[in-house]
């Protein structure tokens, strides 16, 4: 790995000191909001000693995008003209991407910057790329947009500007305000699945949303400061549904339209398995922990009480039944709470399922007890004792498994990347 700053700081143009810098009008001939330096709590890069720091931080998550990242700078470059900005590539890419990016970046007064991650590194997909760039700005304004054109980068002076006219914390260009347009989405099905989701997520944070037309988005402008990573779990491609939701309060937001073009080259990196993930996440976002674990204990009943029957009517003792229906529930709950309760957790499955299982199986101490009282004290059926004992267990094995499982197993959050922006040598 080697560190390569591509391009060069700004000069400061007029040697004015950054603390005395002064909210002016557009620049005429740009049409530019020159925007004031807020204070931030990072340090800048050391690139940007004796400079002025950058005023907005454009964050470009790619993967595989070698043949959009030329004219991609070219057009940031001519959109931020008359600001002091920088541009951090974090690249998931396994092609030329990084290269492309050096070669396209190196004849720019615009510094650009490449973090990359390796496979095995990619922690949070897509999400976790814009979560890392967000880490390593030097503005006080992060703009995220996508590596494949088919974000205008022309729109990012209107967001700064509507930014720091409306003291916004989040601004939002959106595909469904006036002067926006989702035209560029392939196909009507895609189009359908963008409107579903928005209506989707919507219902799911009626408060939290409200006023929000496009949450789906991935082109936005959000305040540096108004973001804890400590709080985001990104996975996946819907990082501004993750920021929204697990804000510590509420942000003040703003929308711009703007028309989504179609993709300039490449393909998409949208799939069925990036449906999923954020078809988890949002389940995840809006019901509580212990709500998704009963809920999941709730489907492993199915399995056990299936089984327990199903082994006695063959001749097997309830008891028997029992113990033997219960290790198939417990391999279902497992699965269940790898998916849906702690998921994304560091270290293997194989090393979780053991202490799992025996705190499953340790639960029998409580249930078997109490299904024979029920069965052969009170003579309740079987399949409505097994049920009831289940409910008993239940609040037990979580707080159990919670507490001494899981929190041993820290869910796996975006590593802080140095200030050092990486990128691979170009041999490797």
């Given at each position: 790995?080697?560190?390569?700053?591509?391009g060069n700081p700004p000069d400061d143009l007029d040697?004015?000191?950054?603390?005395?810098?002064?909210?002016?009008?557009?620049?005429?001939?740009?049409?530019?909001?020159?925007?004031?330096?807020?204070?931030?709590?990072?340090?800048?890069?050391?690139?940007?000693?004796?400079?002025?720091?950058?005023?907005?931080?454009?964050?470009?998550?790619?993967?595989?995008?070698?043949?959009?990242?030329?004219?991609?700078?070219?057009?940031?470059?001519?959109?931020?003209?008359?600001?002091?900005?920088?541009?951090?590539?974090?690249?998931?890419?396994?092609?030329?991407?990084?290269?492309?990016?050096?070669?396209?970046g190196s004849a720019l007064a615009l510094p650009v910057?490449?973090?990359?991650?390796?496979?095995?590194?990619?922690?949070?997909?897509?999400?976790?790329?814009?979560?890392?760039?967000?880490?390593?700005?030097?503005?006080?304004?992060?703009?995220?947009?996508?590596?494949?054109?088919?974000?205008?980068?022309?729109?990012?002076?209107?967001?700064?500007?509507?930014?720091?006219?409306?003291?916004?914390?989040?601004?939002?260009?959106?595909?469904?305000?006036?002067?926006?347009?989702?035209?560029?989405?392939?196909?009507?099905?895609?189009?359908?699945?963008?409107?579903?989701?928005?209506?989707?997520?919507?219902?799911?944070?009626?408060?939290?949303?409200?006023?929000?037309?496009?949450?789906?988005?991935?082109?936005?402008?959000?305040?540096?400061?108004?973001?804890?990573?400590?709080?985001?779990?990104?996975?996946?491609?819907?990082?501004?549904?993750?920021?929204?939701?697990?804000?510590?309060?509420?942000?003040?937001?703003?929308?711009?339209?703007?028309?989504?073009?179609?993709?300039?080259?490449?393909?998409?990196?949208?799939?069925?398995?990036?449906?999923?993930?954020?078809?988890?996440?949002?389940?995840?976002?809006?019901?509580?922990?212990?709500?998704?674990?009963?809920?999941?204990g709730a489907s492993g009943t199915v399995p056990n009480?299936?089984?327990?029957?199903?082994?006695?009517?063959?001749?097997?003792?309830?008891?028997?039944?029992?113990?033997?229906?219960?290790?198939?529930?417990?391999?279902?709950?497992?699965?269940?709470?790898?998916?849906?309760?702690?998921?994304?957790?560091?270290?293997?499955?194989?090393?979780?399922?053991?202490?799992?299982?025996?705190?499953?199986?340790?639960?029998?101490?409580?249930?078997?007890?109490?299904?024979?009282?029920?069965?052969?004290?009170?003579?309740?059926?079987?399949?409505?004792?097994?049920?009831?004992?289940?409910?008993?267990?239940?609040?037990?094995?979580?707080?159990?498994?919670?507490?001494?499982?899981?929190?041993?197993?820290?869910?796996?959050?975006?590593?802080?990347?140095?200030?050092?922006?990486?990128?691979?040598?170009?041999?490797?």
């Amino acid at each position: 790995m080697t560190s390569i700053p591509v391009g060069n700081p700004p000069d400061d143009l007029d040697g004015t000191p950054t603390d005395d810098l002064r909210r002016t009008r557009p620049d005429d001939a740009t049409g530019l909001l020159r925007l004031p330096l807020l204070p931030h709590p990072r340090t800048p890069p050391e690139e940007y000693r004796g400079h002025l720091a950058p005023e907005v931080s454009v964050v470009v998550p790619t993967r595989n995008e070698q043949h959009n990242v030329e004219p991609l700078l070219r057009r940031l470059e001519r959109a931020l003209r008359g600001q002091t900005g920088e541009v951090i590539f974090v690249d998931d890419s396994d092609d030329g991407t990084p290269d492309a990016i050096a070669r396209a970046g190196s004849a720019l007064a615009l510094p650009v910057r490449v973090h990359h991650r390796p496979a095995g590194a990619r922690h949070g997909g897509l999400g976790g790329a814009v979560s890392e760039g967000i880490a390593l700005c030097a503005a006080p304004y992060a703009v995220v947009i996508d590596g494949d054109l088919q974000h205008p980068p022309e729109t990012i002076p209107t967001l700064l500007a509507t930014a720091v006219r409306d003291d916004a914390d989040l601004v939002i260009a959106s595909r469904y305000v006036t002067g926006g347009s989702a035209s560029g989405l392939s196909g009507t099905t895609r189009q359908l699945v963008s409107s579903s989701s928005n209506l989707l997520c919507r219902l799911a944070f009626p408060r939290r949303l409200r006023g929000v037309s496009d949450v789906m988005s991935g082109f936005f402008l959000v305040r540096v400061a108004a973001v804890d990573r400590r709080g985001l779990r990104p996975d996946g491609y819907k990082i501004l549904l993750e920021l929204l939701a697990t804000a510590a309060g509420p942000l003040r937001v703003r929308e711009v339209g703007y028309v989504f073009a179609a993709r300039h080259a490449g393909d998409s990196n949208v799939s069925v398995g990036e449906g999923v993930r954020f078809a988890r996440r949002l389940f995840a976002l809006r019901v509580p922990r212990a709500a998704r674990f009963a809920l999941v204990g709730a489907s492993g009943t199915v399995p056990n009480l299936l089984g327990t029957a199903a082994l006695h009517r063959l001749g097997l003792h309830y008891l028997a039944a029992a113990i033997i229906a219960t290790q198939i529930a417990i391999a279902w709950n497992f699965a269940g709470c790898e998916l849906l309760v702690w998921d994304r957790q560091n270290g293997s499955r194989l090393r979780r399922y053991p202490p799992f299982a025996m705190v499953n199986n340790l639960d029998l101490v409580i249930r078997l007890p109490l299904l024979a009282l029920l069965v052969g004290r009170w003579g309740l059926g079987v399949g409505v004792a097994t049920l009831l004992s289940l409910a008993v267990a239940v609040l037990v094995r979580y707080l159990v498994v919670d507490r001494l499982i899981y929190r041993h197993h820290p869910p796996a959050t975006v590593p802080e990347p140095a200030l050092a922006l990486e990128a691979p040598d170009a041999a490797g």
